[in-house]
């Protein structure tokens, strides 16, 4: 079994910076891409980051220049910094992993969700 466990979010006045942290468990994983989506109040999930075993990374437009996405796979981690946090970047923000089991089983799993709120 892998699980993600998320931490990092919180308040945030705009203008800071915040930086997420998520970390997987589970023996024997070849995990391929790690990514970071969130979803706003009564707005779809969408992709904020996505970087690939390999270190290739994609980013949302609205996150271009201010989020950076890393990874790092000796420690099976992947991290979002965050920086010129804006209101419109509220949401829960979800980590997003995958890649192959011991045998060659594909999984896909997604993390609790950790808060991101950005006010004054």
């Known amino acids: 079994q892998v699980q993600l466990v998320e931490s990092g979010g919180g308040l945030v006045q705009p203008g800071g910076s915040l930086r997420l942290s998520c970390a997987s468990s589970?023996?024997?994983?070849?995990?391929?891409?790690m990514a970071w989506y969130r979803q706003a109040p009564g707005k779809q999930r969408e992709l904020v980051a996505v970087i690939t075993r390999r270190g290739s990374t994609n980013y949302a437009d609205s996150v271009k220049g201010r989020f950076t996405i890393s990874r790092d796979n000796a420690k099976n981690m992947v991290y979002l910094q965050m920086t010129s946090l804006e209101p419109e970047d509220t949401a829960v923000y979800y980590c997003?992993?995958?890649?192959?089991?011991?045998?060659?089983?594909?999984?896909?799993?997604w993390g609790q969700g950790t808060l991101v709120t950005i006010s004054s």
């Open positions: 997003n992993v995958d890649g192959l089991l011991a045998g060659g089983r594909y999984f896909e799993v």
């Open positions: 589970g023996s024997d994983l070849s995990i391929n891409a």
